[in-house]
């Protein structure tokens, strides 16, 4: 049992706590509601944030963050894709607590060890738990805005499953997620586009339209189509079309949990969260069945960068709040 550092801190955001808290304070405070959005969200269960760092996804994680409804929550499930090891599981922490610059977090050592003695996780090496931001980049903050209130996390580390797996740990982490006191939060970025990521997919045409996608290359890119549908449009809409598959409803969260996987078949659009996000649908699909459908809404959209041409590159990052 140790405490995990906050090994990313200094670099992928501030150390100083005062600094962190003012930025994240300014994140949420530009997050305004609308028609379709008056935060925080009754019944909020999950969220779908970013993250990359905070000056590139801060302020799209806090419409996430500003969903949640803290109220009688009392643990934080945190399901973070793998980027630096290969896994073919889900894998948990052994550590006690995770340090942040606002403060440590303590971890449901009770419910880890439950979901332990199911024999269906592997155990993270202290090395694999620090090197990992995916899940780091929210703690900070979870410890945010749970400020001064009494909660615990369950830090999970998704590897590179697929659709069945994803629904196995889904039906394992539905019970947990169906509890009252319980909040998930699901980590992903969306499209990382451009030649240093070697995804370069675009749509020479606005959707609607039967034209292919084309890979781009230094042998195929049109000045034409480009200026008449730039390439970050393009990823706008490879992003929306995931995100209207998963939108609850009118989907439910078994057809949008096929739906979704089909689209990664087709597109191959390098969402790193994919796995994180199956299990949380596999999840959904299991409390559906049990009459208990799940809302799923989109609250923010975003681009580091607008592409214009091969040569730049960009991140998506898209937030969603889940209510069920």
């Known amino acids: 049992m140790s405490t995990r550092e906050a090994s990313h801190a200094g670099s992928w955001y501030t150390a100083d706590g005062k600094k962190l808290d003012s930025e994240l304070s300014g994140f949420l405070a530009a ?22 760092g905070y000056s590139y996804s801060g302020p799209a994680a806090a419409w996430a963050y500003k969903s949640i409804d803290t109220t009688g929550i009392k643990r934080v499930f945190i399901l973070g894709p793998s980027h630096h090891v290969y896994l073919d599981g889900c894998a948990l922490s052994k550590c006690k607590e995770y340090e942040t610059p606002l403060g440590n977090l303590p971890l449901d050592l009770d419910t880890i060890n439950e979901l332990r003695e199911t024999g269906n996780f592997t155990d993270m090496s202290i090395e694999t738990d620090e090197d990992e931001h995916s899940i780091e980049m929210h703690i900070p903050y979870v410890r945010k805005i749970f400020q001064n209130l009494d909660i615990k996390i369950i830090p999970i580390l998704v590897g590179a499953i697929n659709k069945d797996k994803e629904n196995i740990f889904g039906s394992l982490l539905a019970p947990y997620f169906e509890r009252e006191d319980t909040l998930c939060v699901v980590s992903s970025d969306f499209c990382h586009w451009g030649t240093r990521f070697q995804y370069t997919l675009y749509y020479p045409h606005p959707a609607p339209s039967s034209t292919p996608a084309i890979r781009l290359s230094r042998s195929n890119t049109s000045p034409a189509t480009l200026d008449k549908h730039p390439i970050y449009e393009s990823i706008s809409e490879l992003d929306h079309e995931a995100m209207e598959l998963m939108t609850l409803p009118p989907a439910t969260a ?54 214009k041409t091969l040569n730049d590159s960009s991140v998506s990052y898209a937030s969603a709040c889940i209510t069920f």
């Open 31 to 52: 997050v305004h509601p609308n028609k379709e959005f008056s935060p925080p969200v009754k019944g909020c269960k999950a969220i779908i944030a970013p993250h990359a």
């Open 254 to 307: 078994c057809a949008a949990h096929h739906d979704f996987s089909e689209y990664l078949s087709r597109t191959r659009n390098t969402i790193c969260g994919r796995h994180p996000i199956g299990v949380l649908l596999g999840a959904l699909t299991v409390l559906e069945k049990e009459g208990k459908p799940a809302k799923l809404q989109w609250v923010r959209y975003e681009q580091s960068s607008k592409c």
